[in-house]
């Protein structure tokens, strides 16, 4: 049993949380995740490392409340236990070398995007942060940003806080002024890393994604979050989770992602039903 000593929202649907889990905290590294179970009965589900205290031997995650998983994940309390916290699992960010890097957030995948940018920033490089969010109320992490980068750009879709766009806007306009990145990294919603893809493709700046499918068993043997890269098959939990974005298919991981929205839909009314008959 892993206990939770910390959590604290970071907006209405969004929750941080570290778990006491010193093995994993000692081998965790940006970009690696791992596969929690609330209870014995739950599912499995992966979460990225958002950060870790090797002398607390702590585990951050942060993670946002849609499906019935999160939900029980977002009732524990600090002081309370979850079943199963396993990990490091996934390849690391590779870093080294690089001078200058863009990291594009978007959303929640921010909670994926600040650990690679303390971990370049750190290890010498010139970060340039770009974070994107639906509006003013959803931003995360806006400081833990602007302290490991050396610019940030934020923007919300419908203005309410820096500028108004999306995260290819900010991108472009610093490619067409000729701004040099050895590579870009971006983390957040599928259709929104295809778009990064697309307009870095036209500057020929390597682009690097992270993928994050439906996983089950995080070793590969499911096959749950093959992806098509490249024209092979590869898959997220052990060749990834980091890919080259010009390679990937987005079009069929957007595909394959909406394949359990019913059956995830049912699970999230089935859950709000059980836990307003406990209350």
Known sequence: MYQIIKKRALNSTVTLMEIHAPYVAAKAKAGQFIILRVDEDGERIPLTVA????????????????????????????????????????????????????????????????PVARAL????????????????????????????????????????????????????RLLKEGKHFDEVITIGPLIMMKYVSLTTKQYNVKTVASMNPVMIDGTGMCGGCRLTVGGETKFACVDGPEFDAHLIDFDEAIKRSRIYQDFERHAREEHCNLYKKKV
């Open 121 to 172: 920033h750190e290890n010498g490089c010139k970060v340039v942060g770009i974070i994107g969010f639906r509006s003013r109320d959803l931003v995360i992490l806006e400081e833990e940003f602007r302290a490991y980068c050396d610019e940030l750009y934020i923007v919300t879709d419908d203005g309410s806080y820096g500028e108004k766009g999306n995260v290819c806007l900010p991108l472009e």
């Open 51 to 114: 950060g870790c205290n090797v002398e607390m031997g702590s585990v951050t995650i942060i993670f946002q409340v849609v499906g019935a998983t999160t939900m029980s994940l977002n009732e524990k309390a600090e002081g309370e236990y979850i079943q199963d916290f396993v990990g490091p699992l996934g390849n690391a960010t590779a870093i080294d070398g690089l001078k200058e890097v863009a990291v594009v957030g978007g959303g929640v995948g921010c909670a994926i995007a600040l």
